[in-house]
């Protein structure tokens, strides 16, 4: 067996806790695309749906709990007839929003196009969903 061997501190570096914490709740699947949604305005559940294809309803469910536990989305309850509930951005969740816009821009110019994209989305265009989202484009 050798000594060991010495190194420097890059060697040795970790990522920043505070990337860790935001990756172990942002970086899930869906979770970025709900928040980007919910900018600008509270949507109902049924219209968050059909604003991200592919989600289905106990995983959209799913990610809105631990949004709402981490308390960047409040879970609002509309009486009815009928009774609908609909979902907004606290002001902690509101403040992901020059993030997010940065890194679509960020992915318009460095990562490839896959196809069904809908054209700027998160690119800082305001558009019908407020913040270049998905609602109210058709997509």
């Given at each position: 067996?050798?000594?060991?061997?010495?190194?420097?501190?890059?060697?040795?570096?970790?990522?920043?806790?505070?990337?860790?914490?935001?990756?172990?709740?942002?970086?899930?699947?869906?979770?970025?695309?709900?928040?980007?949604?919910l900018?600008?305005?509270?949507v109902?559940?049924?219209?968050?749906?059909?604003?991200?294809?592919?989600?289905?309803?106990?995983?959209?469910?799913?990610?809105?709990?631990?949004?709402?536990?981490?308390?960047?989305?409040?879970?609002e309850?509309?009486?009815?007839?009928?009774?609908?509930?609909?979902?907004?951005?606290?002001?902690?969740?509101?403040?992901?929003?020059?993030?997010?816009?940065?890194?679509?821009?960020?992915a318009?110019?460095?990562?490839?196009?896959?196809?069904?994209?809908?054209?700027?989305?998160?690119?800082?265009?305001?558009?019908?969903?407020?913040?270049?989202?998905?609602?109210?484009?058709?997509?």
């Open positions: 067996m050798g000594t060991p061997e010495t190194h420097g501190e890059e060697s040795c570096a970790q990522v920043d806790v505070g990337m860790t914490r935001v990756f172990a709740l942002l970086g899930k699947r869906w979770t970025g695309l709900i928040v980007a949604v900018i600008g305005q509270p109902h559940f049924a219209d968050l749906r059909r604003a991200i294809p592919g989600i289905s309803e106990r995983m959209l469910s799913d990610r809105l709990t631990e949004l709402a536990a981490a308390g960047l989305v409040v879970r309850v509309v009486e009815g007839p009928p009774l609908r509930v609909s979902y907004r951005l606290t002001e902690a969740g509101a403040a992901l929003e020059p993030a997010l816009k940065k890194l679509g821009q960020w318009e110019e460095h990562l490839p196009e896959e196809g069904g994209a809908c054209p700027g989305q998160l690119s800082g265009a305001e558009g019908a969903g407020g913040a270049g989202g998905t609602r109210g484009t058709g997509c």
